[in-house]
């Protein structure tokens, strides 16, 4: 057990050196990220163009929902595909509908 415990820990020490110190792994994953949250406001702005032109009917409860859907889809541990667009999970290294790689 305790053998498991230093091999997490010097992978933890390796992985957060690497990050520190290499340019390139740092750029990819802020691009991944930016990616992500470019599909994720496309999106949020295709809901709201439709809550304005749904105005007319909205309710107090339909907006309230409305509101509570945005802000889970602000904090929802998901990213999206930067091939096709689809929702995949924070952690995917392969998109589940295009296979392709994150």
């Known amino acids: 057990?305790?053998?498991?415990?230093?091999?997490?820990?010097?992978?933890?020490?390796?992985?957060?050196?690497?990050?520190?110190f290499s340019p390139k792994v740092r750029g990819k994953i802020?691009?991944?990220?930016?990616?992500?949250?470019?599909?994720?406001?496309?999106?949020?702005?295709?809901?709201?163009?439709?809550?304005?032109?749904?105005?007319?009917?909205?309710?107090k409860d339909g907006i309230e929902t409305t509101a509570r859907a945005l802000k889970k889809g602000l904090t929802e541990e998901s990213i999206y595909c930067k091939h096709c667009g689809n929702k995949i999970d924070k952690d995917s290294r392969f998109c589940?509908?295009?296979?392709?790689?994150?």
């Not at 057990?1 to 520190?20: H, N, P, R």
């Not at 990616?35 to 295709?46: A, F, G, T």
């Not at 589940?96 to 994150?102: A, D, L, N, R, S």
């Open 30 to 59: 802020l691009s991944r990220q930016v990616k992500s949250i470019k599909y994720m406001l496309n999106e949020s702005k295709d809901d709201i163009q439709n809550i304005s032109t749904n105005m007319a009917d909205a309710t």
């Open 1 to 20: 057990m305790d053998i498991v415990i230093i091999i997490v820990t010097v992978l933890i020490f390796a992985f957060t050196f690497i990050i520190m």
């Open 96 to 102: 589940k509908i295009c296979g392709k790689e994150q």
